[in-house]
């Protein structure tokens, strides 16, 4: 594949079509007049919260993907309630770090109040996570919250870490992101032992050394919830270890092993994971140009929707 097909094809975080719908109305000095400190306050919030535990970073870069890929980067992701996507097969009992968003917005509201939105927090707090330990980039701004959560729409917009490299560029999807950060037992125990037909187990694409280790971590009937790094070669870095990984049959969720594995993928990602593998820097290039186009994904700006007060509620 030549190299400028890989990038047009950029799986790292290929959201080619959905960026059709993006517009670049946002903009990087939004707050500068109306809350100038803005950048200042979640910066400060962001790196006490990793202070306290270095994976909030990737919880919080997380977050900002689960929500702009359900209905846009509009906050839904943050909306309480059992209609909620905080209760979608997704985002249940995995996706974290709602306390330190709100400890964020309240930190911010101190500052200025009523104008700055909670989609545009967990933009600023994605780029603030991978910062210390992994590329950076200028933020765009200027969303407004959503009103309604869509919790079918996170059933299906949120790719499963089982599923096919075909279904996971249909969703366009990304994974760079998987350098750092923690997965638990239920999503990877698959690769572990034979638990289901249709998920046929592919320990033969799982360093030996792995499958007893994770076999101890996550015995059959065991506790699901129980969590292990992504990357195991540098748990807490951003770096492209990750890729490393792929290549040399480490990488923990099947999705991920697939890009590099799979026989789809001969065609079609491999290429791009040893590239990657091989050159941090064209990965911390892409990577940062790729969460610019992921916070591009439908907006809403000007009048639509609002600035919500508490992040877990729409303003009454
Ligand atoms: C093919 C697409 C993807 C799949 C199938 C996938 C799946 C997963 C799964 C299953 C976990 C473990 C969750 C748990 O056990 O609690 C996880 C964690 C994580 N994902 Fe993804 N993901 C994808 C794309 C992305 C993207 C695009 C990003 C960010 C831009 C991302 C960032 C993360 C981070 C940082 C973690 C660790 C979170 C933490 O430690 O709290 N993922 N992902
Ligand atoms: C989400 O998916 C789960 C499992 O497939 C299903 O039980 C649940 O009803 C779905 N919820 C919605 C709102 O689509
Ligand atoms: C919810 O998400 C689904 C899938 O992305 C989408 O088709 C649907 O229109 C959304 N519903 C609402 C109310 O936004
Ligand atoms: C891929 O998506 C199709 C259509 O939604 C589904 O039938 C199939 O089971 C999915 N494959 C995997 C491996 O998830
Ligand atoms: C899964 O089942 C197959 C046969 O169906 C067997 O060869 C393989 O060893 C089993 N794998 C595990 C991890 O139990
Ligand atoms: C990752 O760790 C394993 C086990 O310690 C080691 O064998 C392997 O060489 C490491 N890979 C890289 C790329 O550092």
Not at 49 to 70: G, N, P, Q, Y
Not at 129 to 145: F, M, Q, T, Y
Not at 293 to 302: A, D, E, F, V
Request: hydrophobic fraction near 40%.
């Amino acid at each position: 594949m030549k190299n400028s097909a890989n990038i047009g094809f950029a799986w790292l975080i290929t959201i080619s079509m959905l960026c059709l719908l993006a517009n670049s109305q946002l903009t990087t000095n939004f707050y500068s007049k109306s809350c100038p400190n803005l950048l200042t306050v979640v910066r400060k919030q962001v790196m006490n919260a990793i202070k306290t535990e270095t994976r909030m970073a990737a919880s919080l870069l997380r977050l900002h993907f689960h929500d702009c890929f359900v209905n846009g980067c509009d906050a839904s992701v943050l909306l309480d309630g059992s209609e909620g996507e905080k209760t979608a097969l997704p985002n249940l009992n995995s996706a974290r770090g709602y306390e330190v968003v709100d400890a964020i917005k309240s930190a911010v509201e101190s500052s200025c109040s009523g104008v700055v939105s909670c989609a545009d927090i967990l933009a600023i707090a994605a780029r603030d996570s991978v910062l210390l330990v992994g590329p950076s980039w200028r933020v765009l701004l200027g969303r407004r919250d959503g009103l309604v959560a869509n919790k079918t729409g996170a059933n299906l917009s949120l790719p499963a870490p089982f599923e096919s490299i075909g279904n996971i560029t249909l969703k366009f999807q990304a994974v760079g992101a998987h350098t750092f950060g923690f997965a638990s037992c239920a999503t990877f125990g698959n690769r572990l032992f034979n638990f289901s037909e249709t998920n046929a187990p592919d320990s033969t694409l799982l360093d030996p050394s792995m499958v007893s280790d994770l076999q101890n971590l996550c015995p059959a009937n065991g506790d699901i919830s129980r969590i292990t790094p992504l990357d195991w070669n540098s748990t807490d870095l951003f770096d492209n270890h990750y890729f490393q990984n792929l290549v040399n049959g480490r990488g923990l969720l099947e999705s991920d092993q697939f890009l590099y594995s799979s026989d789809q993928a001969i065609s079609t990602t491999r290429s791009i994971v040893e590239l990657y593998s091989q050159n941090p820097q064209l990965f911390f290039i892409d990577f940062a140009n790729s969460m610019i186009k992921m916070g591009n994904i439908q907006p809403l700006i000007g009048s639509a929707g609002e600035i919500r007060n508490n992040c877990r509620v729409i303003n009454s």
